[in-house]
C-alpha cells in the first residue's frame, strides 16, 4: 500500500509560468514532508520541507503548501526554468525515533523553452 | 565538505552472482539508508542502518543485506542476483536529527 502517492508521472510546463506538482498521503501520523529534485545519473538533492504545524513555507522560486485534512501537499515553482526539469519526488515522515522516510514515485518535470 | 560517495559508479553482474555496493556518509553522520530505484518506478526502501546497527529493512527478500562500519561507512549486498535487480541503488545519509537525508549520485547495477 502506497502511503505517498505522486499520481502524475510527468508534467510539462512553459518558461516562466507556474509549476503546480501534487502529491497525496494516506498515514495521518505522517508530520514533515520534503521534496526532492532528481536529475538523471545524480542522486536526489533536497529542496523544501514543510512540518504539519504550518501549511505554507517558501524558499526562493518554491512553494510548499500543505493541506492537513486533505491529506495533500504541492510544490509551486515559480516562475518555472528549464533548469528546473527534473524528476520531483516528495517524501514524508512520522515523528518519533525512527523518522523513516517514504517517498513518493516521482513526477517528472519538464520546461519547455 | 564531501558529500555522500557510493562506488562503483556501475556493476555489471550476470544471474546467479553475488553484488557488493559501498558507500560513505558525509561525516558526522550516523545514518545511512540504502534504496532502490527501479526503471519508471520511485524510491523503495531498503535498509537503514544507525550506530552500526540494522534498524530496518523494506519489503525486500533476505538476499538483499548489508552492513554499516564502526566509521559509518556502509555496504549492501545483494546475492542470488535476478534480472529483476537491475536498478539504480542510492544511499543516503542523515545526521542523528534524521530530518533530512543526503543522497549520493548511485549505482547503477545491471543484472545480465
Known amino acids: 500500500d502506497q502511503q505517498v502517492k505522486q499520481n502524475s508521472p510527468s508534467l510539462s510546463v512553459q518558461e516562466g509560468r507556474i509549476s503546480i506538482l501534487n502529491c497525496d498521503y494516506t498515514?495521518?501520523?505522517?508530520?514533515?514532508f520534503l521534496w526532492y529534485k532528481k536529475y538523471p545519473a545524480e542522486g536526489p538533492t533536497f529542496l523544501i520541507s514543510i512540518s504539519s504545524i504550518k501549511d505554507k513555507n517558501e524558499d526562493g522560486r518554491f512553494t510548499v503548501f500543505l493541506n492537513k485534512s486533505a491529506k495533500h501537499l504541492s510544490l509551486h515553482i515559480v516562475p518555472s526554468q528549464p533548469g528546473d526539469s527534473a524528476v520531483y519526488f516528495c517524501?514524508?515522515?512520522?515523528?518519533?525515533?525512527?523518522?523513516?522516510?517514504?517517498f513518493g514515485s516521482g513526477t517528472q518535470l519538464t520546461v519547455l523553452p | 565538505e564531501a558529500g555522500v560517495t557510493q562506488s562503483p559508479t556501475h556493476l555489471i553482474k550476470t544471474r546467479g552472482q553475488q553484488a557488493t555496493l559501498r558507500c560513505s556518509p558525509i561525516?558526522?553522520?550516523?545514518?545511512v539508508y540504502w534504496y532502490q530505484q527501479a526503471l519508471g518506478l520511485g524510491l523503495q526502501f531498503l535498509l537503514w542502518y544507525d550506530e552500526g546497527e540494522e534498524r530496518n529493512r523494506g519489503n525486500f527478500p533476505p538476499r538483499f543485506s548489508g552492513r554499516q562500519f564502526p566509521n559509518y561507512s556502509s555496504e549492501l549486498n545483494v546475492n542470488a542476483l535476478e534480472l529483476e535487480d537491475s536498478a539504480l541503488y542510492l544511499c543516503?545519509?542523515?545526521?542523528?536529527?534524521?530530518?533530512?537525508?543526503?543522497f549520493g549520485p548511485g549505482t547503477r547495477l545491471t543484472v545480465l
Open positions: 561525516s558526522g553522520h550516523t545514518s
Open positions: 543516503a545519509s542523515s545526521s542523528r536529527d534524521r530530518k533530512n537525508e543526503f
Open positions: 517524501a514524508a515522515s512520522e515523528a518519533g525515533s525512527a523518522r523513516q522516510l517514504t
Open positions: 498515514n495521518s501520523m505522517f508530520d514533515y
